[in-house]
């Protein structure tokens, strides 16, 4: 099933997607990211499995997806390639935050602003080499 063309670009800015990603170890982690410039980009910290990987200069899988029964839609985004690690933009985090917890920064958990100055926290740029997209998208009305 190859399903109709899908706007990657509109459809990873969307509010809400959460997407996975695989290291070869194998190890699978969901994440907040921000689709920008043609990259995704999150946090880690230094410590974590992800991290190594990327300092390691493993190839990473991500999928961002949707799959909604109710009203039919299944889009999803495949991305291959490897990643950066650098120091923390902070612009860019409050961005991807404000993606996932509004745009009321007064209402967050205070954890995720402290975290931004944590001496291990670093950003990951993943722009991938390898990208591919599908809908296949049904109609969920009743019959």
Known sequence: MHGEPVDIDAFLRRDGLLARVATAGPSVRPLWYVW???AFWWLTDTANVLAGAVTRGE???????VCDVNTGEVVHVFARGKAEM???DVDRAMRKFARYLGPDEASWDPRFVRSLTVSTTRMIRFAPTKMYAA???????PR
């Open 36 to 38: 920008e410039d043609g």
């Open 59 to 65: 190839e990473l899988s991500l999928v961002v997806d």
């Open 86 to 88: 650098g120091p923390v």
């Open 135 to 141: 809908d296949v998208s049904f109609d969920a009305s």
